[in-house]
């Protein structure tokens, strides 16, 4: 049975698990905040979903990533820079990457910062709202472990690797495309096996060519790499499947080129003698000050224009409503306000086992 907990409940939890594996508190309050937003904006599959499999896991059992981050600049140039995250916490890489990229929008009128030896860094559309608040445009993407196969092809190579843009708008949400460009995303299907449910024929692509839907088999496959992920337009380049991959590419490059990190088939979590390593993940970072071509407000107008233009559109029949990108998250933060964070039979147990663990003095609603 799903079980809801708090909002403020769930975080603090998050925060004293982080701690408790040696994150440094303001840091730990970084990493819970960033799984937090997601579980708040109804992206399930990178809050608390993810707390025990990326981060706890790594840090205590497989010992592949460090708890405490060492940020170190290698580059730094007026509009630009280059950081090196030495394998800690990519959520504090991350959110001080996108940080130094504000900082230098407001000096210069834009900023990018890349970051090398990261690792998973939660929900792309945290790092571009920062910039949305600043009144900028924010752009973020991360290259990952392999799992999408090219067009024609059936071995997983691209990671899920989201390419996000923020925009400021004049409505109480901003826009944030927030999304992989595969169909589904490896923690869209982690969901779908914990709650027992089979992924959409057609949206994973086995070594044979034909289609798999079973999810926890799918995990399993893609680790193997007898699956792979299909890009955004599907398998086949009638459906513009090939468009998904580009996009792909694009993220991958930007993510490793620019700070010579490792890319493709180089990002898993095992060396060529079958040992355990760090991911190696990049990152870029991109912030663009609106009031270096107009004025911040008017931006914000026409950019609220256009979106509200969109919804109003004719809707096709049967359809109750045209949505814009980041809407259905603001949504599901004004439903979830009350009700909390739904925690299903697994993640229970999942918190069950990292509280006990750690020796942490809570006791959840669902339990007896």
């Known amino acids: 049975m799903t079980h809801h907990i708090p909002f403020d409940t769930m975080e603090r939890f998050m925060t004293d698990v982080f701690k408790k594996i040696g994150v440094p508190k303001e840091e730990a309050q970084t990493c819970a905040e960033v799984l937090i ?89 945290y790092y571009p709202l920062m910039a949305c608040n600043e009144n900028m445009i924010g752009i973020s993407g991360t290259n990952a472990r392999p799992s999408i196969a090219p067009t024609f092809g059936v071995e997983n190579m691209l990671g899920t690797n989201p390419l996000v843009f923020g925009f400021p708008t004049d409505e109480p949400f901003d826009f944030v495309n927030d999304y992989a460009t595969s169909i589904l995303q490896r923690g869209k299907i ?76 180089q990002l898993t979590d095992k060396d060529p003698n079958g040992n355990l390593k760090p991911y190696e993940l990049g990152h870029f970072f991109i912030a663009i000050d609106i009031e270096c071509f107009c004025n911040p407000t008017d931006f914000r107008k026409t950019a609220g224009d256009i979106m509200r233009a969109l919804r109003d559109s ?21 439903k979830r306000k009350d009700s909390g964070v739904p925690v299903d039979e697994a993640l229970q147990k999942d918190m069950i086992t990292m509280r006990d663990e750690l020796s942490l003095d809570y006791h959840f609603n669902f339990e007896k």
């Open 190 to 265: 982690e969901q779908y096996a914990r709650e027992g449910k089979d992924c959409p024929s057609g949206v994973v692509i086995g070594r044979d060519g034909s289609s798999k839907t079973d999810s926890k088999q799918i995990l399993d496959d893609l680790v193997k790499g007898e699956a792979a992920l299909a890009s955004i337009g599907g398998i086949s380049e009638a459906t513009g499947g090939h468009k998904g991959y580009g996009f792909a590419i694009v993220t991958e490059v930007l993510s490793a080129a620019l700070q010579q990190g490792a890319f493709l088939q």
């Open 37 to 125: 937003t997601s579980d708040k904006r109804g992206i399930d599959s990178h809050g608390i979903g993810r707390l025990k499999p990326i981060y706890y896991d790594r840090i205590i059992h497989q010992k592949i990533q460090k708890p405490v981050t060492e940020f170190e600049i290698v580059r730094d140039h007026l509009s630009t820079a280059v950081v090196d995250g030495h394998h800690g916490m990519g959520m504090v890489v991350a959110k001080r990457c996108m940080q130094m990229a504000i900082d230098k929008a407001k000096k210069h009128g834009m900023g990018m910062v890349v970051a090398r030896n990261s690792t998973h860094y939660g929900i792309a559309g």
């Open 314 to 334: 004719e809707k096709a029949p049967g359809a109750e409503r045209i949505y814009t990108c980041g809407e259905k998250e603001y949504l599901a933060g004004i």
